[in-house]
């Protein structure tokens, strides 16, 4: 079993940066993928970022080079630098994991990440 914990979330500016990071402790040797989410208050869940084990990187379409997200599989560990915030980045930020050829199937509890005007 894996767990993902996260950190690095707060209260920001528009315009400041922030870096959440996550943390996988357990069978980390059957994770393939790690990837961030986020979701908006009254909004669906929305793909940020992902990281493969053998380097393939994606991006959510609404990233447009403000986010960076990095990965140190000796530490297991799965980072997200966010650049340039915006108030419409405000949303719980949550980390998943994906074993070989499958859907993410654990979640981390999330980081709150708020950004003011």
């Known amino acids: 079993q894996v767990l993902l914990v996260e950190s690095g979330g707060g209260l920001v500016q528009a315009g400041d940066s922030l870096r959440l990071s996550c943390t996988a402790s357990?069978?980390?040797?059957?994770?393939?993928?790690l990837g961030w989410f986020r979701r908006a208050p009254g909004k669906e869940r929305e793909f940020v970022a992902s990281f493969t084990s053998n380097g393939i990187v994606e991006y959510g379409p609404f990233v447009k080079g403000r986010f960076i997200i990095s990965r140190d599989n000796a530490k297991n560990t799965v980072s997200l630098q966010m650049n340039n915030l915006k108030p419409e980045d405000t949303a719980v930020y949550s980390c998943?994991?994906?074993?070989?050829?499958?859907?993410?199937?654990?979640w981390g509890q999330g980081t709150q990440v708020t950004v003011s005007s």
């Open positions: 357990g069978s980390t040797f059957n994770i393939d993928k």
């Open positions: 998943a994991a994906a074993p070989p050829n499958r859907n993410y199937n654990v």
